[in-house]
């Protein structure tokens, strides 16, 4: 994949914990565990080069200088899925605003049918980060992003687990802007739309439906 928005994020703990998740035998209870396990090193490697201000600190002993994050940072979870990867990202950028998307395929077009959207209303001043676990023909994440974007979004991440090469190029096509980082690269796409070998749909592995 040469697409230069593409970030394949290589860790040891992130094949293990992405392991666990493709397994058909991880339960839910276990998948939402290491779904927010993982999502918390994805939260740490994708902040990496966020900005940071300094400040003043007193520690017991003397002044000395401290950070805070610069910008504002709003966490847009594609649902339902991206509900799973929420908490790992809030564990660790606890000062994150939360914005919902409500999207949903349609199993026959295989297009994103919308139901839903409540952001915060100031995003032109900060980063967005959608979070979606899956990014199978791209319609879902584009569609996201094009409501992030109308509502005043100008500087957007994606993070996802798992993106089949289709879905890289579609959201490479309508948004060149827009980094994606992901835990894998998959093969292929089934008739169907699902990832291959993929760990089937997320939303049904995160709830139990
Ligand atoms: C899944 C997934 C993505 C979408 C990816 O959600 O969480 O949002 O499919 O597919 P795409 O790249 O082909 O658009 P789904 O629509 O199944 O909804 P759900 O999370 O509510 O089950
Ligand atoms: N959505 C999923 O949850 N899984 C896939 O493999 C494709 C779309």
């Given at each position: 994949m040469n697409q230069n928005n593409f970030i394949l994020l290589e860790h040891p703990l992130i094949k293990r914990d992405?392991?666990?998740?493709?397994?058909?035998?991880?339960?839910?209870?276990?998948?939402?565990?290491?779904?927010?396990?993982?999502?918390?090193?994805?939260?740490?490697?994708?902040?990496?080069?966020?900005?940071?201000?300094?400040?003043?600190?007193?520690?017991?002993?003397?002044?000395?200088?401290?950070?805070?994050?610069?910008?504002?940072?709003?966490?847009?979870p594609v649902l339902r899925a991206g509900l799973g990867m929420l908490n790992g990202f809030l564990e660790v950028i606890p000062e994150a605003k939360v914005g919902h998307i409500g999207l949903k395929r349609d199993e026959e077009t295989l297009n994103p049918i919308y139901y839903y959207y409540k952001a915060p209303v100031d995003l032109d001043k900060g980063i967005t980060i959608v979070l979606d676990p899956m990014l199978a023909t791209g319609g879902s994440a584009a569609e996201a992003l094009n409501y992030l974007k109308e509502n005043g979004a100008k500087n957007i991440a994606l993070a996802c687990l798992v993106a089949a090469p289709e879905g890289v190029k579609k959201v490479s096509a309508c948004h060149s802007d827009v980094k994606i980082f992901c835990a894998a690269l998959d093969r292929q796409l089934n008739s169907k739309g699902y990832i291959l070998p993929g760990l089937g749909d997320a939303g049904d592995r995160i709830f139990g439906t």
């Open positions: 992405m392991t666990i998740l493709r397994d058909r035998q991880t339960a839910p209870e276990e998948f939402r565990m290491v779904l927010n396990r993982i999502s918390r090193i994805l939260a740490v490697e994708i902040s990496k080069n966020f900005n940071v201000q300094e400040i003043n600190v007193d520690t017991p002993l003397e002044k000395t200088k401290g950070y805070l994050l610069a910008d504002q940072i709003v966490l847009a």
